[in-house]
């Protein structure tokens, strides 16, 4: 079974619907992060919490909002969602021990059509 | 204002040519710079961290190094299964909370 998993893999909506992108893991790791990635742009963080209580904005937060609801569980939602945010979302995971970002392991992603 | 940048974009290799990607970055204070490897449909898979400049590591036919701006991801005698988009991405000291990837380079190996 794979470590950290993502559901749904694909989703279609439409503009102005509420959506909930969810990650868990069995890694035992307490840091998590939410990437999305666009051609051509890289990867970009949205959100990262570094334990059940600690939630912290990435770069591009507007418009996405995340609940940690467990150690295992980090979920992305986008209340209102728009064509922009039309992308391919990554959740990542990260043992607490060592400097935060230096070694994640990334879920298989989402990719989000907006319509 | 810091940044990150692939060269080349896209790189097409027979099986057994060597070659190097390039990672060039800039950014205040460097906390440490990473290379990722990232297959069609799943999600990137770490392969090196680098701290400081001269700082070389290696993985299989894989060998990472890293000046004051730029870091290199060596390719030696590759395989067709070393294909893939690889990621480099940067953390600096004055935003701790910030990583900037670049575009990848994606890299194909031809039998």
């Known amino acids: 079974d794979a470590d950290v998993t993502q559901t749904p893999r694909n989703r279609i909506t439409k503009t102005g619907k509420r959506i909930m992108l969810e990650c868990s893991q069995t890694?035992?790791?307490?840091?998590m992060y939410w990437y999305r990635q666009d051609p051509g742009l890289g990867l970009r963080l949205i959100y990262y919490?570094?334990?059940?209580?600690?939630?912290n904005k990435g770069e591009i937060s507007d418009g996405y909002s995340v609940s940690r609801q467990a150690q295992a569980k980090f979920s992305l939602s986008l209340e209102s969602a728009i064509p922009n945010q039309t992308a391919l979302y990554f959740c990542?995971?990260?043992?607490?021990?060592?400097?935060?970002?230096?070694?994640?392991?990334f879920g298989p992603g989402t990719r989000l059509l907006v319509l | 204002e810091d940044q990150v940048t692939q060269s080349p974009e896209a790189l097409r290799l027979q099986e057994g040519e060597s070659s190097s990607l390039n990672c060039s970055y800039t950014v205040s204070g460097l906390r440490g710079l990473f290379w990722y490897r990232q297959d069609p449909g799943k999600g990137p898979e770490f392969l090196f961290t680098?701290?400081?400049a001269g700082e070389e590591k290696e993985k299989e036919r894989l060998k990472a190094t890293l000046t004051k701006k730029e870091s290199f991801l060596h390719i030696t005698a590759p395989k067709p299964e070393d294909s893939a988009t690889y990621l480099c991405a940067v953390q600096a000291y004055s935003s701790a909370s910030k990583i900037i990837f670049g575009s990848g380079t994606r890299l194909s190996i031809r039998p």
């Open positions: 890694k035992g790791h307490d840091r």
């Open positions: 990542a995971t990260e043992p607490s021990k060592g400097a935060p970002w230096s070694t994640q392991y």
């Open positions: 919490s570094f334990d059940v209580k600690d939630i």
């Open positions: 680098l701290y400081s």
